[in-house]
């Protein structure tokens, strides 16, 4: 398998952390986050969204979108649970993660940290913190209850949200009024296999 | 069951296209998009995100976001593919309307046409059209060679990418050069038990 890879993005991340913790081989390309000249080129025929990750399995279709990326390796393994209920709930955590948390801790980190000119996220600030905020008392709530997000263990909607909250700090997102999300995030990077971002 | 729904969000929509066509009943209850006053107390227990659709199943367990709780019916039916790999292309065309096309073609339609304050959209115009149009190019080139957005049938991706593509021109967004999206619309259209945005 070959995985169009950035070493900075969360959402690559997600992929290549459920493919160390079951063990599945992969090539890498790495591809910038920052300059997106020859994307089209690049992904045109493999992404309709043009972004990265971008995974092209051994019979060389390929597959988009990190979270369906997970649904697809993690189904019928111990990361995605039987019960429909409960499947329906990762996906709910998932979907949660692309368009109520993705956006605002994953873009605060990408301009403060990544983008080269941090000046230009000024204008953006304070709705992208407002939403950011407003994403992990959503996920301090929930795990206030829960050692998991869905049922009683690990599963890939933990691995989604993880991956963007853990760096969260580089977006200047203080976790020190979330005590529930801080304990969370040390029993994920405790899992068997566990890999880290810059792993 | 009993939906929480707004009759012109395309998200609630989605659900009660669904729903429709599984001929399943359910109770509504509207909340309003505009004024969210309120939002916490009535959906703090059943919904983290605090949007609408949420849905309480019959045993009184809740669920949430629209492309989550198409997937909790429609898995298992004819709307779901069977195989694989397909499955996980039906889940990529979903969280691509999420991150994707929902923030750009819903949020200029909210604005310029059920807001009530389509002065405050121009700030953020250009980026969201831009944006828009980009989603809607990358549905037009996969769309060219295919009747439909996963396999060679009507599945829970066209409900999805349906809901808000179908009344883009609320948004002011121009579908006369996406000949393959407009025939894809008459398509999902005319699939057996379609019900209407406004039904």
């Known amino acids: 398998m070959l995985l169009y890879n950035s070493a900075v993005s969360g959402n690559c991340y997600k992929v290549r952390l459920l493919l160390a913790q ?25 992404n309709p969204g043009l972004r990265v990750p971008t995974l092209v399995l051994d019979d060389g ?15 019928g393994t111990q990361y995605v649970p039987e019960d429909a209920y ?18 605002y801790i ?16 000024a204008v953006r600030r304070d709705g992208v913190m407002k939403g950011g905020y407003a994403a992990l008392a959503a996920m301090e709530r929930h795990l206030e209850k829960r050692a998991f997000l869905v049922g009683e263990t690990y599963t890939i909607a933990d691995i989604s949200l993880y991956a963007y909250t853990h760096v969260a700090h580089e977006g200047e997102f203080d976790l020190d009024a979330y ?8 029993r994920v990077a405790s899992q068997p296999g566990h890999v880290t ?3």
Not at 61 to 69: D, V
Not at 86 to 103: D, G, V
Not at 107 to 114: C, D, E, H, K, Q
């Open 22 to 46: 079951l063990g599945l081989p992969y090539e890498k390309v790495d591809v910038s986050v920052v300059d997106r000249s020859g994307r089209k080129e690049l992904l045109g025929e493999l």
């Open 61 to 75: 279709r390929p597959l988009a979108e990190s979270n369906a990326i997970l649904w697809y390796f993690g189904d």
């Open 86 to 103: 409960e499947r329906a709930q990762t996906l709910q955590w998932m979907f949660f993660e692309q368009y109520s948390h993705e956006p």
């Open 106 to 121: 994953a873009v605060a980190r990408f301009w403060l940290a990544y983008s080269g000119k941090p000046e230009e996220f």
């Open 179 to 186: 005590p529930a999300i801080r304990a969370w995030l040390d």
């Open 197 to 199: 971002i810059d792993a």
